[in-house]
């Protein structure tokens, strides 16, 4: 049968649709959704946000800031700080030299470029592990000094095992209840909220020499074969707030599970704050999610202290 328009036999200007016999009838279109407010958070891509003051690590706004995500190379947050809380009491630590593994080197995922048998002292590797963010940079350390979180009776435990369980352990003291870390480089399962991001980032922050660390845009160091030649190695950070002024650090992380997640440290004046944005749609969304997310956050308590005079 062919479909015919049931206007006059004139030429109606309306749409010609064939009848198609059998065909089910269109579902219809969903209702509109309420129309956009003007008050508010700006739109985000990230699946959860949370936002702290810099100053005393207060959880000030977030959505969905409780909710297990898994977190990507946000993870090396932990890993550098219980690096960094070893040094403060063993001062020679940091100048240590770390021999790669084969486990090492071929660790997947995002890297430093580090290769077996090399050596490199341990305060440099914290830059391949902060900067290019280099999961085997994050292996390598575990192996040197998860052996120093042994228990009595472990000493034969792998030594990145018992780092690992270390991180777990430092977590529980912190309190982030939805956090659980498998390895300590995040390419795998390791799952925390915004919220518990927060809360290591305002600990770690804490440490001089981790601030210093992760605003640090670029590092040159060298790395030592096994027959004693060297080689010139430079990392840059992959965190492109660094070149603007004002952002500080802290730690980007992607992975396919994860999206793209970024813990971020900015300064406006006197103002401090600190902003987690984990599951962006995009490398791209991250940064301007974070970005708006500050705008927002700083125009907010502006306008508060202004009212408050």
């Not at 959505?63 to 020679?92: D, G, N, R, Y």
Request: charged letters at 25%; one cysteine or more; a positive charge.
């Amino acid at each position: 049968m062919i479909g015919r328009c049931l206007c006059a036999a004139v030429l109606c200007g309306c749409a010609f649709v064939p009848a198609v016999w059998g065909q089910a009838p269109a579902k219809p279109l969903p209702a509109k959704a309420p129309a956009e407010r003007l008050d508010g958070p700006p739109l985000v891509s990230a699946k959860a946000w949370a936002i702290a003051d810099g100053k005393t690590g207060k959880l000030l706004w977030g959505a969905e800031e409780a909710q297990p995500l898994t977190m990507a190379s946000t993870t090396k947050i932990m890993t550098a700080w219980l690096v960094l809380q070893l040094a403060a009491s063993e001062a020679k630590l940091l100048d240590e030299i770390a021999t790669i593994s084969d486990r090492a080197s071929k660790t997947g995922g995002s890297t430093a470029g580090l290769r077996v048998r090399e050596k490199y002292a341990v305060r440099d590797l914290l830059y391949g592990l902060l900067l290019p963010s280099g999961n085997d940079a994050a292996v390598a350390l575990a192996e040197h000094c998860g052996g120093k979180f042994r228990g009595e009776g472990q000493a034969d435990e792998d030594p990145q095992a018992a780092f690992v369980a270390e991180m777990n352990r430092r977590a529980q003291s912190l309190k982030m209840v939805e956090t659980k870390y498998f390895d300590p480089h995040g390419n795998g399962k390791n799952h925390a909220s915004a919220r518990d991001l927060l809360t290591l980032t305002w600990n770690a922050r804490q440490n001089a020499r981790f601030r210093e660390y992760v605003q640090t845009r670029r590092h040159q160091c060298e790395a030592t074969d096994d027959q004693g030649g060297k080689r010139a190695v430079t990392w840059d950070n992959t965190n492109r707030l660094l070149g603007i002024e004002g952002y500080d650090g802290v730690k980007t992380g992607t992975t396919g599970a994860a999206g793209s997640c970024l813990v971020s440290s900015g300064h406006r004046g006197d103002d401090h704050l600190l902003i987690v944005v984990l599951g962006a749609t995009s490398n791209d969304s991250r940064y301007l999610d974070t970005r708006n997310l500050f705008r927002w956050a700083w125009r907010e308590r502006s306008a508060k202290a202004d009212g408050g005079k």
